[in-house]
């Protein structure tokens, strides 16, 4: 069982509230957060947490009330934020400065961006050199000035999957480092942009520490090319993609990651001042969450055995995706032959499975749980097979809280208009 879930009984949870279920331990996320706080002592820090790694208001709560700033790439993430921050407010909780949010993506729109200013956010990671001019014409346009950075793409290996790469010359992300001083000399020339940073992201479920040396290592001696153009910031943000174990990966103690940051930093002296900004997502909220699905039925094909449950790619899209390898338990003790079983869904592809070849002993009616899925799990789900979304629940202690509600069919056909034509 999960860490932190040990005080809950997840089978008896599920029969409360049916699955497919998503259940989120507090406790795990308050603690993944103290172990990056803690880490940076008295350095000036802020974590901004990847809001898209679980975007429930409920856990953005938690995370703003621990002093988190969020890394966002929508508007609409964006209106999550500062709806978790109204939240917060009206509650007497918590009150969240809008500077802590960052905007990152390579698609920032005009009513994106128009948002973000008005919102008074933080800082725009720039990734594109077209984007300079939309920012800085939309803040002329509010008559205001816009704190902006520059995300560089180092050209690093991440020795990550493939699809989940960012840091190289072929990914969509940021710009080539080489171009990077024209373009902040350009940004400089434009009336309505502060240049207050420098950010790279090179990937995610990282488990080497070796590549973000070497992007630091490029970020470092930019940082010294800007300073003799006289171009000085005010921060460096390194970026998110902490590995968390879902096998047995070997992990980054954030504290290790940390230190090195501060060394290399403290040995360049333009950077050693500068605020260093992260923007962790899976390692914060990844190793909180189950997923918690029932047995529908088992089949055998041949000598092949099914385990047919009641979540699907459409709840937890992850393996199917990227083949992500997910562990899958059994809520109960079972006196059942272990047999090895393909966990599938009920969804019509034969890329809906949750995990294939699992050593399982079960049957139908049990409640099994898939681990580690508090991170890209929720917020990648879809109503794919016209299927509601699964409920989500905060676990405190021994007691559990509705975070979400399961959805309901009607919700999924109610924008739908009555054929008129
Ligand atoms: N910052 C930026 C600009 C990002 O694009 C991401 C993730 C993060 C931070 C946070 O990375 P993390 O610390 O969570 O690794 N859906 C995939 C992961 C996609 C990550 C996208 N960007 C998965 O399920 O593995």
């Known amino acids: 069982m999960p860490l932190y879930l040990e005080k809950i009984e997840l089978n008896a949870l599920a029969k409360q509230y049916g699955t497919p279920l998503y259940a989120y331990s507090k406790l795990s996320i308050v603690e993944a957060f103290k172990s990056f706080d803690e880490a940076f002592g008295t350095r000036a820090h802020t974590i901004c947490y990847a809001t898209k790694a679980n975007s429930n208001l409920a856990i953005l709560q938690i995370l703003l009330e621990l002093g988190a700033g969020f890394d966002i790439v929508s508007g609409g993430e964006l209106q999550r934020v500062l709806e978790a921050a109204k939240r917060s407010a009206h509650q007497g909780r918590h009150i969240f400065n809008p500077k802590k949010i960052i905007f990152s993506g390579v698609g920032k729109t005009y009513a994106e961006i128009k948002l ?3 919102a008074g956010i933080g800082c725009f990671n720039i990734e594109a050199f077209a984007e300079i001019d939309m920012i800085n014409s939309m803040a002329a346009e509010l008559d205001i000035r816009a704190p902006i950075s520059l995300r560089v793409n180092p050209n690093v290996d991440a020795k990550t999957h493939p699809y989940i790469s960012t840091g190289l010359k072929e990914n969509k992300f940021g710009v080539p480092i080489e171009e990077a001083l024209e373009i902040y000399q350009y940004a400089a020339t434009l009336s309505h942009l502060d240049i207050i940073g420098l950010d790279c992201h090179i990937g995610s ?3 080497e520490i070796s590549p973000y040396n070497d992007a630091l290592d490029k ?3 930019l ?10 910031l005010k921060h460096l943000d390194i970026g998110g993609g902490i590995g968390i174990r879902y096998n047995d990966e070997t992990l980054i103690d954030p504290k290790d990651w940390i230190d090195t940051i501060k060394s290399k930093m403290a040995q360049n002296q333009h950077a050693k001042n500068l605020e260093i900004i992260i923007e962790p997502g899976r390692a914060l909220v990844g190793d909180a969450g189950v997923l918690l699905t029932t047995v529908t039925l088992t089949k055998e094909n ?32 079972s006196n059942e032959i272990k047999r090895i079983y393909d966990v599938v869904g009920p969804i019509c592809e034969s890329t809906d499975f949750l995990g294939k070849n699992r050593e399982l002993a079960l049957k139908s009616e049990d409640v099994l749980a898939v681990l580690q899925a508090g991170a890209y799990s929720f917020s990648m789900s879809s109503n794919y097979n016209s299927r509601p979304r699964a409920c989500e629940v905060l676990i405190d202690e021994d007691k559990a809280y509705i975070i979400r509600e399961r959805e309901s069919v009607e919700s999924l056909f109610a924008l739908e208009k009555e054929l008129l034509v």
């Open 116 to 118: 973000a200013l008005q």
């Open 205 to 207: 479920q990282l488990t």
């Open 219 to 221: 970020l470092l001696d």
């Open 223 to 232: 940082i010294t090319i800007l300073a003799s153009a006289n171009i000085f």
């Open 302 to 333: 041949e000598g092949k055995y099914f385990a047919v449950v009641d979540a699907a790619m459409n709840d937890l899209i992850r393996p199917s995706l990227y083949d992500a390898w997910m562990r899958i338990v059994n809520t109960k003790p």
